[in-house]
């Protein structure tokens, strides 16, 4: 009979250490003060981008040929690199300028005991957004956060809001245009980032801040 004991140690030590991300809160939403309700998880976003692609692939004939088992496994993913790093935003001035290294070997280390570099690939494949399922994942992650930024537009306290976030240029210009909430933020920062349904369920969501 064969013996699987050391393939065993191998998933059990991947599965802990992933599922960290479970308990691990996405840091943005403490910068935004959001308010009475429980912040999501990492793994929470995770399952987002998740159901939020299988929901566009199976209601967009623009994407019935795109290989959502890869983009599954893209997004199954891209946010591994936090069970090490952490969730570094985009305020996080000194995090950002180090992250895509940072990400890199956290990646290599999670990934050391795998008898394959195909998730390593995959990963690599995110960050280049070159081929046609990894720009589908990455407009799955942005619009994903600009969704669930919708989901708590009643719960920003701005009163309280993080005072890097106001200092921060970008936000000053989106101020300045007249945006009043941080869901409105996210989604002015994003829409340029999407093309196709992408553009026309984030043009819907606008229309849903507006009405």
């Known amino acids: 009979m064969e013996n699987h004991n050391e393939e065993c140690e191998k998933v059990l030590k991947f599965y802990f250490l992933s599922t960290k991300l479970k308990n691990t809160l996405r840091t943005g939403w403490k910068y935004w003060a959001v308010e009475g309700v429980r912040v999501e998880s990492i793994a929470e ?3 987002g981008t998740l159901m939020l ?5 199976s209601h967009s004939k623009e994407y019935e ?38 990400g890199r070997k ?6 050391k005991d795998s008898e394959t570099d195909k998730f390593l690939k995959l990963i690599e494949e995110f960050e280049q957004g070159e081929t046609k399922e990894a720009k589908f994942a990455y407009m799955c992650d942005k619009l994903e956060a600009d969704l669930q930024a919708y989901i708590y537009r009643d719960n920003f306290n701005m009163s309280k809001v993080n005072p890097t976030c106001l200092k ?19 989604l002015d920062s994003d829409k340029g980032k999407y ?6 369920i984030a043009n819907k969501l606008e229309k849903l801040e507006r009405d």
């Not at 692609?53 to 692939?57: C, D, E, P, T």
């Not at 956290?106 to 990934?111: C, I, T």
């Not at 921060?168 to 996210?186: Q, S, T």
């Open 65 to 102: 040929d795109i290989d959502i088992e890869k983009v599954a496994l893209i997004l199954a993913l891209h946010e591994t690199e936090e069970i090490l790093i952490g969730d570094i935003t985009m305020f996080d001035y000194d995090g950002v300028k180090t992250k895509k290294e940072a």
């Open 168 to 186: 921060d240029e970008r936000i000053k210009e989106m101020i300045k245009k007249g945006l009043d909430r941080p869901d409105k933020f996210f």
């Open 195 to 200: 093309s196709g349904v992408f553009s026309d």
């Open 45 to 47: 976003h995770v399952f």
């Open 53 to 57: 692609a299988v929901s566009i692939y």
């Open 106 to 111: 956290a990646v290599l280390e999670l990934f």
